[in-house]
């Protein structure tokens, strides 16, 4: 069966860096476009980060765009989240999200519904 | 980035009544080539992952009741619970995949009155 199991989280201090990862299994990884998509506490859903199923492609939310990197490993069926510069404000739960691959070209990929979240792991940024 | 706009922030129903949750976009999600509307419904209960209900806007996931339906075009559109079931409650989120970013909606919280 489909599996999305999300780690790496914790308490880190502002300004810090946290690397999350997601390890994927039960489908064909490589043809998925996978996303990352984040709650804050109290809040609803925020649309983080995107990759394209090849990688060629990346995609960001504009309050994280500079600061947060979104990786994959095909051979591995892992995607990665790489988070510097962390403000109480990115205070969340980070879900990894499998995507039906929309259309792509080279100058630009589309992702279409999420089919299937992780349970998440949990990020704290405090002092 | 497109907007999307829920309503209401919260609805109450009695078990077996209706519930209607509407989501407005910023701009039009319908993809002229293919006339397909680029918005998804999603179910989240508390303590698990948001859960794909609807796609294309009316598309039901397999294995979701058809209780669930899905309707609108363009820039306005509704998820429709036909009979609430106490297992109903969540949050419903909409959300757009026109764009590269994509955007969810505030959020609705449905509740048993």
């Known amino acids: 069966q489909v599996q999305l199991v999300e780690s790496g989280g914790g308490v880190v201090q502002p300004g810090g860096s946290l690397r999350l990862s997601c390890a994927a299994s039960g489908f064909t990884f490589s043809s998925f476009v996978m996303h990352w998509v984040r709650q804050a506490p109290g809040k609803g859903l925020q649309w983080v980060a995107f990759?394209?199923?090849?990688?060629?492609?990346?995609y960001y939310a504009d309050s994280v765009k500079g600061r947060f990197t979104i990786s994959r490993d095909n051979s591995k069926n892992t995607l990665d989240l790489q988070m510097n510069g962390l403000s109480a404000e990115d205070t969340a739960m980070y879900h990894c999200?499998?995507?039906?691959?929309?259309?792509?070209?080279?100058?630009?990929?589309?992702?279409?519904?999420?089919?299937?979240w992780g349970q998440g792991t949990l990020v704290t940024v405090s002092s | 980035d497109i907007v999307m706009t829920q309503s209401p922030d919260s609805l109450a129903v009695s078990l077996g009544e209706r519930a209607t949750i509407n989501c407005k976009s910023s701009q039009s999600v319908l993809y002229s080539s293919n006339n397909k509307n680029y918005l998804a419904w999603y179910q989240h209960k508390l303590g698990q992952p948001p859960k794909l209900l609807i796609y294309?806007?009316?598309t039901r996931e397999s294995g979701v009741p058809d209780r669930f339906s899905g309707s609108g075009s363009g820039t306005d559109f509704t998820l429709t619970i036909s009979s609430l079931q106490a297992e109903d409650v969540a949050v419903y989120y909409c959300?757009?995949?026109?764009?590269?970013?994509?955007?969810f909606g505030q959020g609705t919280k449905l509740e048993i009155k």
């Open positions: 294309w806007a009316s």
């Open positions: 990759i394209a199923s090849d990688g060629s492609h990346k």
């Open positions: 959300q757009q995949y026109y764009s590269t970013a994509c955007t």
């Open positions: 999200v499998r995507a039906l691959k929309g259309s792509c070209s080279s100058t630009i990929c589309f992702s279409y519904y999420f089919d299937f």
